[in-house]
């Protein structure tokens, strides 16, 4: 099973990225701890944390859809090398700007939506390169697995260090740290050995291009219905990290420290999700598990809400962090398993708009929510509507169950008789 669950990394090019990736996102979600740490410090404001999240992610929203034709226009390895590069001079402006002290919760917020502006064009591009780096198809899923699990273990890292290092150095070595990391995705990019690019002529206009995505979508409801339930949670579930600093200070009579590990154990559940996501075999039926864990997502928030004593509030928020890893992880899969390849940008755009572009809406909503009735109730509310959610979804994604585990054997059959040939 341990095997089993790393058998995407025998993939060079995956590999490479895998663990360039690792480092570089340790930095991201030290950035991000920071950046939320230092406007509630600032402005005390529940709101001004919803307001940050929608700085950051609804940028995503209004040009992620262009993002998609980009990369489905043009080289994505260029545009994934390109928006690192350009998350690296955010990161390094962020930091002198902090480090100057002359700065108001303005500039923070310019450079948060600058950054939010960058992933609509980085995210479409990294989720369609994981398909291409990949030499076994049928790895596919696993490698999405371990990608969620990179990107949640460094979620465990990345704000624990970040707790740490904002009490003994300040939010600037957490800004500059995260600028810094970005060389080892740069590097292990440009180690990638990847087939040339090959320009395909153009019939259409890229407005006509953005059109045909739409349609396609619309055709395609095994994929539009999974980006439905996505835009679900993302709107009235995820958000609910908006409160952690509210927890962290008000709750649990804690400092940054303390929000730090709470990010962490929800880091912490989200690796074993993705862990346990990973060492599933071709063909499992992931609409199924989708609805489980996304029960289990609403039953942590339940359970996490109202509790006091910080040992027990961490536990639930590892059950949290287990079921809300799926919402991406399988949705992704489901996706990548199902669209064609010429479409790939354009779907995971979509895909892209509604994670990144809901939140943002949700964290203005949760934020003024607990304004006027607290955090608790806010997150008990939230767990509820959760749990609803998967049982209103449940009927539609049963009906339009993919035939991934055909599909998968299929591709099995394929590479074994390549490599029986070879």
């Not at 955010?90 to 948060?112: K, R």
Request: glycine share 8%.
């Amino acid at each position: 099973m341990a095997i089993r669950a790393f058998r995407a990394l025998q993939s060079r090019n995956f590999r490479l990225y895998f663990f360039g990736q690792s480092v570089s996102l340790i930095g991201t979600w030290m950035q991000r701890t920071a950046v939320y740490w230092v406007v509630y410090e600032e402005t005390q404001s529940a709101f001004m944390l919803g307001a940050t999240v929608f700085a950051a992610q609804f940028p995503a929203f209004l040009f992620s859809i262009v993002g998609g034709v980009v990369v489905d226009r043009y080289n994505r390895f260029r545009v994934l090398l390109t928006t690192q590069v350009a998350s690296l001079v955010q990161a390094a402006a962020l930091a002198t700007l902090v480090a100057t002290g002359a700065y108001e919760i303005w500039h923070i917020l310019a450079l948060t939506v600058m950054l939010g502006t960058i992933n609509a064009f980085d995210v479409p591009a990294r989720q369609s390169m994981i398909y291409d780096m990949v030499k076994k198809k049928f790895h596919v899923p696993n490698a999405i697995a371990l990608n969620s699990s990179m990107v949640h273990l460094a979620r465990i890292i990345g704000p624990a260090l970040s707790g740490i290092v904002l009490e003994a150095f300040g939010a600037t070595f957490c800004f500059a740290t995260n600028a810094v990391s970005f060389a080892a995705v740069i590097v292990s990019l440009l180690m990638m050995q990847l087939p040339p690019h090959k320009k395909v002529k153009r019939t259409t206009t890229p407005l006509g291009d953005m059109k045909a995505g739409f349609t396609y979508l619309k055709d395609t409801p095994a994929i539009s219905m999974v980006i439905l339930m996505l835009a679900c949670t993302s709107l009235l579930s995820l958000p609910y990290v908006t409160v952690l600093p509210v927890y962290a200070r008000e709750i649990f009579q804690g400092d940054a420290s303390t929000f730090g590990y709470l990010n962490s154990f929800v880091g912490l559940g989200a690796i074993a999700g993705a862990i346990f996501l990973a060492s599933l075999r071709p063909g499992a039926r992931l609409a199924k598990i989708l609805l489980i864990n996304t029960t289990l997502f609403g039953i942590g928030l339940a359970a996490f809400s109202h509790l006091t004593s910080l040992p027990l509030a961490l536990a639930c928020l590892i059950l949290t962090g287990f079921g809300m890893m799926s919402q991406t992880t399988i949705s992704n899969t489901i996706i990548q398993l199902t669209v064609v390849p010429a479409m790939r940008g354009r779907v995971l755009s979509y895909y892209t708009m509604v994670f990144f572009g809901m939140q943002p809406v949700g964290g203005l909503l949760i934020g003024t929510l607990t304004h006027y009735y607290g955090a608790p109730n806010t997150v008990l509310l939230q767990g509820i509507v959760t749990v609803l959610i998967a049982a209103l979804f449940a009927p539609r994604l049963r009906r339009r169950e993919l035939k991934s585990k055909d599909k998968m054997k299929i591709e099995q059959l394929k590479e074994r008789s390549v490599e029986t040939t070879g």
